[in-house]
Structure formats: C-alpha cells, structure tokens
C-alpha cells in the first residue's frame, strides 16, 4: 500500500485548526495526529490544542552531550596531569580537584552546546531536499496541512480540504 501526501493551503489558522479538527473526528482509516503537520511562518501555541503535544528530543542530546563533555575533559586533564608522577609536588595532590573543576566545567558547557546543535539539525532532518509539496506561501503568510494517508482515504481528505475552502491543495505519491 503506497502512502500519499497532500497539503491544503488556508488564509488562517483558524480554517486551518478547523480542518484538522473535522479530519481527526472524521476517523478515516490510518490518519492519526502523528500523521499531520501544520506548516505555518509565525508561531501558533494553540497548535497543541489541536494536534496534542509532540516529543522534543533535543533536551536528551544537550544532556548526554553535557555529560560526554564533562566527562571526557575531566578523565584527560586528570590523565595529563598523573603522567607527571616522576616530578615532585611538594605535597600537593597529583590530580587537584578545585583547578580541574574550572575546565570540566567549560568543557560540560561546550559538550552541551555543540550536541544541541547537532541534536537540532538530526531532529530537524537537515539537511533535506525541499519535498515536491513545499509552497512559497507558507514561508510568506499562508498556512499549510499536510496530512499523509493512504490513498484510498485522500479523496475523502480532499473533498474535507474543499469544504473549508482551501486556498490550494496540492498532492504527492510517495512508494
């Protein structure tokens, strides 16, 4: 069974939460939430409403990262300075911790910040093709529904799109 993509153009988000508010009671045979995405140039926080709350997985990568950073710039700098055991220290301890703190700390930060920037261009999928659906409009001032289904339900999905006057829609095959 072959999967079909169709994004429907809308003047508001209004007409556009609307038509993704009748699709998901609509209950058409595999569409769910997860299957649909608004596209929209500004921000709306009442997307959530409508579409529920999506997973965010780039806190993980900033976690893991900080760790890795902290980590890995603690062991080294520990591991250069217990190579010195042939010079004496006059009693002071070979691996002080107080100094090495600074670093690890810089280092914690660094891993942070540098595997946030990955987790966001892994998350975003950059980089990626413009897919045949993209519409200048939507960068512009247009809102747009994607909706990826079967292709027995994308009539019934688009005459849905007609009814709440979309402005254009658009439709790809993908195998």
């Known amino acids: 069974m072959s999967k079909h993509r169709i994004m429907a153009l809308f003047n508001d988000f209004d007409a556009a939460s609307l038509a993704i508010t009748e699709l998901l009671d609509a209950n058409f ?3 769910s939430r997860d299957d649909i995405t608004l596209k929209s140039p500004i921000e709306h926080p009442e997307v959530e409403r409508v579409l529920g709350d999506r997973p965010v997985h780039v806190q993980r990568f900033t976690f893991f990262g900080a760790l890795l950073g902290g980590t ?3 062991t080294l700098i520990s591991a250069a300075q217990a190579t010195f055991l042939v010079q ?3 009693g002071k301890p070979i691996v002080p911790i107080p100094p ?3 670093l690890t700390y810089e280092m914690f930060i660094l891993g942070a910040v540098l595997c946030t920037v990955l987790g966001f261009l892994i998350c975003a999928g950059l980089p990626a093709r413009r897919s045949s659906l993209y519409h200048v409009k939507v960068s512009e001032d247009q809102i747009g529904v994607l909706v990826e289904a ?3 339900v994308m009539p019934s999905i688009k ?3 007609k ?3 979309a402005l254009e829609i658009k439709e790809e095959i993908r195998k």
Do not use: C
């Open 29 to 31: 045979k595999g569409v």
């Open 72 to 74: 890995t710039a603690f």
């Open 88 to 90: 004496s220290k006059g």
């Open 100 to 102: 090495n703190l600074v």
């Open 150 to 152: 079967d292709e027995r």
């Open 159 to 161: 005459d849905l799109f």
């Open 163 to 165: 009814q709440h006057n």
